[in-house]
């Protein structure tokens, strides 16, 4: 079976600090058939490559490259809320990706395209399929997705166009197929199924020192973007009061985003400065030493006053894998997979108080050790080679149909 998956989020190169969950799904598939990546491209990046056997290619949207900014950088939201460039090239993307998606299609003749995001490439892919079945289309949904279906009535209108041309769901959490399934007025039936995680890589990498980083008391790890949704403020808030109790501990921040510097000036005004750590992005076996080495991952997401909610982020995979110590709030999709107490330590959102009282548990537990076993077994069942298996099984109903 030949698979195209297409993707606005996909790295730029190897030790991009980009998400790469969409390389790790295809890299999976990659072991059952061939398979390939369509994604936006950016200077620097060459338009056609290998990696581990998926084909990379790459489309150009406006010219000329070095002034692309929609896609890459902080993410397409953050890009459109701070660029008027990028939002003058967002009809400029649309044509674009559908012309390359296209292409594609008349050249690889896939079984499947799976696209990822209904908006733009859900859409751009229903487009290139028109009235008549050329290709199977499976349509994975995550946390962005959610939140634009649930609080814009056009994306609902558009999400409903892509249903009638596609033949198969597949959601990051329960809580995107309940919005799925409202924007669209009918049950979707669509697959729930988190986004993967290379468990092996966590089991062999060596643990992160925090003397390493300046943190010889040990570290709280917070790995994502810098974005308000994802709650770095409140765990800074928190890490104030936890030190009331553990002085010695210091936070190390993996990632990047429009609210680093705005960070930075709340950890000085909290007297945080020598215990918090910006890192910036750093490649995917840095995150795995840093997990290894942490004495609990937090996880602080919250639902905004607008209602944007994360659907599942990556990082909740990869600390279950890590076998750490996790500390997360009950947000989108993240209950589904941390069970209090069993796989880790819950807490209601945007609330500082209650962030650090579960910090407080999950260091001082003396349960640690049976809860992060069960965290390994859970970030087995999450590994890539299970995941693609239920994808691959989800394609081959999409083809035989």
């Known amino acids: ?32 058939g ?39 950088g902080d993410g397409m939201e953050t890009n459109l809320s701070r660029s008027w460039l990028a ?18 299609v008349r050249e690889l003749r896939p079984d499947v395209v799976n696209s990822h995001w209904i908006l733009p490439q859900g859409l751009t892919t ?53 919005t799925l399934d409202a924007a669209l007025g009918r049950a979707s039936q669509a697959l729930v199924q988190p986004m993967g995680v290379d468990s092996g890589r966590f089991r062999a990498a060596a643990p992160l020192d925090g003397a390493d980083e300046g943190l010889r008391g040990g570290y709280l790890l917070y790995v994502g973007r810098l974005q308000e949704v994802k709650g770095v403020d409140v765990l800074l808030q928190a890490l104030a009061r936890l030190r009331e109790r553990h002085p010695a501990l210091g936070l ?3 990632g990047y985003g429009e609210r680093e510097r705005a960070l930075r000036e709340q ?6 400065a020598d215990a918090v750590r910006f890192a910036g992005a750093r490649c995917a076996a840095d995150v795995a030493r840093a997990l290894r080495g942490c004495r609990a991952c937090v996880v602080p997401s919250r639902r905004l006053p607008s209602g944007r909610e994360e659907g599942m982020p990556t990082v909740v995979a990869e600390a279950l894998a890590a076998g750490a110590r996790l500390v997360a709030t009950r947000t989108g999709g993240i209950e589904s997979a941390v069970r209090e107490g069993e796989t880790g330590w819950l807490c209601r959102d945007g609330d500082p108080e209650a962030l650090a009282d579960a910090l407080a548990r999950a260091l001082e537990s003396s349960e640690a050790d049976a809860v992060t076993q069960r ?16 994808y691959w099984q989800a394609f081959e109903g999409v083809s035989a149909s």
């Open 1 to 32: 079976m030949r698979v195209l998956l297409t993707a606005s989020t996909f790295p730029l190169h190897r030790a991009d600090g980009t998400p790469a969950f969409v390389f790790g799904l295809a890299r999976a598939l990659a072991q059952r």
């Open 34 to 72: 061939e398979v390939t990546v369509l994604a936006p491209g950016a200077a620097g990046a060459p338009s056609e490559e290998v990696w581990d056997g998926v084909r990379i290619r790459r489309f150009d949207y406006f010219w000329p490259r070095t002034w692309q900014r929609l896609a890459h």
């Open 87 to 104: 939002r003058l090239q967002v009809p400029a993307f649309l044509v674009a990706q559908l012309w390359a998606t296209r292409r594609l």
């Open 126 to 178: 229903a487009l290139a399929r028109g009235s008549r079945r050329r290709f199977g289309h499976a349509v994975t949904l995550h946390g962005g997705d959610a939140h634009l279906l649930a609080t814009h009535p056009a994306p609902r209108r558009l999400a409903r166009f892509v249903a009638t041309r596609a033949d198969a769901f597949l959601v990051s959490s329960e809580a995107v197929r309940e």
């Open 252 to 254: 190390l921040v993996i």
């Open 267 to 272: 950890a000085e005004q909290l007297g945080l």
């Open 375 to 390: 965290a390994r077994a859970a970030g087995e069942a999450l590994d890539w080679s299970r995941v693609a298996e239920r």
